[in-house]
């Protein structure tokens, strides 16, 4: 319980004062993670980078200034590489804009504005980090190497060695310049392109790119809070100034002026009351409560009666009317109660007397830090204590600084203190409670970006491009030169496996005779079907002896090649004719025949890759299905082998349907000998590409009962029209034992018909 919650004191409602909601609206969540499956792949360009590089060495050294050392370019020089610096940055982001537009997806443009945040922070870092280095270097060989003039070797090594004190300056000062120039071009070009495409509320605010904790290593240095933030922290377990101790009283007062407001307690009234809304209500409450403070004019709003009172002076000079006079006095009276709520419970934790002597002591503190700190001088203004201390070491301290440290000016400080009104150190509560809303802003957005920028893995490295590209997972920020005409990003893909059986055996009988299994095969299977794969659009994915996978991709935005099911139906029907011009030749050579099983597996994704080397291994689960599809039961054969069957494909189900439910597997079984099966979403699929027009067939010379076919025709890459006939048929149960059926189940399957006179059939009633 905070000291005047004690009090009768009672603060008013949230809506008694004109607030404004923070909102920053910023995610990367919805992207893909690349190759580690934790980081987001990015590519930055090279040129950008480059400019970068060149750019960053140069900022440091105007900062650095030890021009002895590190050469500054001639102001033209200095000015062109700036502008191109700005010039290329404005192409890559223009990149990400239309990438965004392009994908819906504005998170894309947010990457790679963090993206090339990072970039620069860790540049900026690398680059201080050699260059400081250097200078140790340099101080060293003064300390062993003799010099003629003492006086000047002296002078260089305190030059250098105030060079490396001012680290943390010197790096929030090049982070700030060089994000300076973001910032320009952010407001000069790229704003307006992204209101165009966006609107406002999409886009992150101005000040982003202005928070200073991008650049500092500590964002508890005193020197940083003071400069940056207009306050100062304690940092000692028991100080009553830390920030989380502050920012948590700050979020009560709020918290209580909520519970206060009854508009407010009716909106987060809930309908049935359980304790999991209630919860929900408080959190959405805390979270209102955070950005409210982050909304730094909302602190004006809140306390700053002084800034009010002036404000309405000048309103009066121009007339104000009774309502606004009204609304004045009533905002006025609110914001005196909040003061004074502020003032009385940072008084009472002795928060006011260390504020006010924070601030009195600006103007002096530098004269003593370093060899001493800003918390020490705060503490020898209100701690007289420490100030024998304060005092002996200054003293053991002036030989080395070789200069006398002057204890008037403190003590004046400490006497202004003394006389400080009850008004004054008002005001610099208001002043002390604007920096900490600013701080608890920026401290939250740098916290929410930093772990952003963790999941960003900025690479140049060709193995991990070529992987990430490959499974559509890199994004790529570059300038028009640098944009390779690479092939579109995969949408779906058709596997096309063939069972090759009979393989082994003809192997051994020709190594037997004396023959080359190796080039006959090659010749006669491999090299033909190799010759196929231009005319269907398909790549090889794995051929050995025993086993041929293809695979056909659909691409973004590359309708002409939207064909995959179709084309592959073809590549498969041209296998089965290579197998059977490929057993005549083995029959006259006396050698066992080739027999093929085909399974064709559409999948609605795209596969993913790996690369051994440079050989790129596809990966899918269309391929075991595919596998599938192709095989051939023993039972089921060893069943049909004496019966006369006039198709190549049949499918059966044992399971039970409550057995198949349970699992995604393909628990199916299957004849499949010199057949072509399409899977389900194949067929799908392949009605969605061409025409398929449906056909009773009626052969009794094949079958007995009428069965159903699709046909349609379908172009090559080449543009030749090739027929397709496929055919639909019921999947039956049947007893796991005797193979008899029991049932014919609602799941179809469908085999790719290469039956000379289903052919026939079709030409003859399609005319």
Not at 239 to 252: A, E, G, H, R, S
Not at 381 to 410: A, C, E, G, H
Not at 688 to 709: G, H, M, S, W, Y
Request: glycine share 4%; proline share 4%.
């Amino acid at each position: 319980m905070l000291p005047f919650f004690k009090s009768q004191l009672k603060l008013p409602g949230l809506s008694e004062f004109p607030l404004s909601a923070y909102d920053l609206k910023f995610s990367i969540a919805r992207l893909l993670p690349g190759v580690d499956n934790v980081r987001h792949d990015v590519y930055l360009s090279p040129s950008f980078c480059i400019a970068a590089e060149k750019l960053i060495p140069q900022v440091i050294a105007r900062h650095f200034q030890t021009y002895k050392i590190f050469p500054i370019e001639k102001p033209n020089a200095w000015s062109k590489r700036v502008s191109d610096f700005q010039r290329l940055y404005q192409l890559v982001m223009e990149d990400a804009v239309n990438k965004s537009k392009q994908q819906n997806e504005l998170q894309i443009d947010s990457l790679a504005q963090l993206a090339v945040i990072k970039l620069l922070i860790r540049e900026i870092r690398n680059h201080l980090s050699r260059m400081t280095g250097q200078i140790k270097n340099i101080i060293r060989k003064y300390e062993v190497t003799d010099h003629q003039d003492i006086d000047d070797a002296l002078k260089t090594k305190e030059s250098l060695a105030s060079v490396l004190q001012n680290k943390e300056i010197i790096l929030r000062n090049v982070g700030s310049e060089l994000f300076r120039y973001l910032t320009e071009v952010h407001l000069n070009a790229l704003k307006p392109m992204r209101e165009a495409n966006f609107g406002n509320k999409a886009l992150m605010p101005d000040y982003v790119l202005d928070n200073p904790l991008f650049h500092s290593e500590n964002p508890y240095y005193d020197i940083f809070l003071i400069e940056e933030y207009d306050v100062l922290f304690g940092r000692r377990l028991e100080d009553p100034d830390k920030y989380d101790t502050l920012i948590n009283q700050f979020k009560q007062i709020l918290s209580q002026m909520g519970r206060n407001d009854k508009t407010k307690r009716q909106n987060e009234r809930t309908e049935n009351g359980e304790a999991e809304s209630v919860n929900r209500g408080q959190q959405a409450h805390d979270l209102e409560v955070s950005n409210l403070i982050k909304y730094t004019d909302n602190i004006d709003a809140f306390i700053n009666c002084y800034k009010l009172q002036e404000d309405f002076k000048k309103r009066k000079q121009q007339g104000a009317s009774k309502e606004d006079r009204l609304q004045y006095k009533n905002q006025l009276k609110n914001q005196k109660i909040l003061l004074k709520a502020f003032y009385r419970t940072f008084k009472i934790s002795g928060m006011v007397e260390r504020i006010a002597a924070s601030y009195e002591m600006r103007d002096v503190y530098q004269d003593y830090c370093p060899p001493l700190v800003p918390q020490q001088i705060l503490h020898f203004m209100i701690d007289p204590k420490s100030r024998k201390t304060v005092v002996n070491r200054l003293k053991r301290l002036k030989k080395l600084y070789r200069q006398p440290f002057s204890m008037k000016p403190l003590k004046k400080k400490i006497k202004r203190l003394e006389l400080l009104t009850a008004k004054d150190k008002k005001v610099y509560l208001i002043r002390f409670i604007n920096g900490i809303a600013r701080y608890h802003r920026d401290i939250e957005n740098f916290n929410i970006f930093n772990e952003a920028m963790e999941r960003i893995n900025l690479t140049s490295e060709e193995k991990i491009l070529n992987l990430s590209r490959a499974n559509n997972t890199l994004y790529e920020f570059l300038l028009p030169h640098e944009r390779k005409q690479d092939k579109k990003p995969i949408i779906n893909h058709v596997v096309i496996k063939t069972d090759v059986r009979g393989s082994t055996d003809i192997t051994h009988q020709m190594n037997k005779r004396g023959l080359n299994p190796a080039s006959y095969f090659s010749l006669n299977f491999f090299n033909p079907i190799t010759e196929l794969l231009n005319d269907y659009g398909a790549d090889k994915v794995f051929i050995e002896g025993d086993a041929i996978i293809l695979s056909i991709y659909e691409r973004e935005n590359a309708p002409e090649g939207w064909y995959s099911v179709a084309r592959a139906c073809g590549i498969a029907i041209n296998v089965l004719l290579i197998i059977s011009r490929y057993n005549e030749k083995s029959k006259k050579n006396k050698l066992p025949v080739l027999e093929l099983g085909i399974g064709i597996n559409y999948n609605d994704s795209s596969p993913t890759f790996l690369f051994d080397g440079k050989h790129r291994i596809m990966i899918s689960s269309a391929i075991n299905m595919a596998d599938r599809q192709s095989g051939c039961s023993k039972s089921i054969r060893e069943a049909l082998k004496n019966r006369s069957i006039p198709f190549n494909l049949y499918v059966f189900q044992s399971e039970t349907e409550a057995v198949l439910s349970t699992t995604s597997d393909d628990l199916l079984l299957r004849y499949n000998v010199n057949g072509i099966e399409l899977n389900a979403s194949g067929f799908k699929k392949l009605s969605e590409e061409i025409n398929l027009r449906a056909l009773e067939c009626d052969v009794p010379e094949l079958q007995k009962k009428p069965f159903t076919v699709y046909t349609g025709k379908f172009p090559t890459t080449t543009g030749r029209y090739k027929r397709l006939i496929i055919r639909e048929a019921h999947v039956p149960r049947i007893n796991p034992e005797t193979l008899a059926v029991i049932e014919l189940t609602s799941r179809k399957y469908y085999e790719v018909c290469t039956h000379p006179k289903v052919y026939q059939y079709v030409m003859d009633h399609t005319k």
